[in-house]
């Protein structure tokens, strides 16, 4: 089973399962895939259109983690519903902070 972020020497990877155009912004908790790879589910109201919906994403990751959202960088999954986010920060402090979200 994947979990749905690593400890890196700068900060977390976090893996997301995003959608777009949802009623309103909110994180949802962690949810196993069929796969066995957890992520955290997002939903923004943002429309996936010129970045819009990852802008938002990156917004709302990190008011929940507490970082700003230059701390925030998109790894993969650009105009994918999956995406992994580089969040730089102390890895125990984002943790506890993702730990509560669940």
Known sequence: MKPAFELLPDGIRLHLRVTPNAGLDRIDGFETRDDGTTVLRVRVKAVPDKGKANAAVIALVGKALGVPKSA???????????????????????????????
């Open 72 to 102: 925030i960088t998109l790894i993969s999954g650009d105009t994918a519903r999956l995406k992994t986010l580089h969040v730089s920060g102390t890895p125990d402090d984002l943790a506890a902070a993702l730990a509560k979200l669940g």
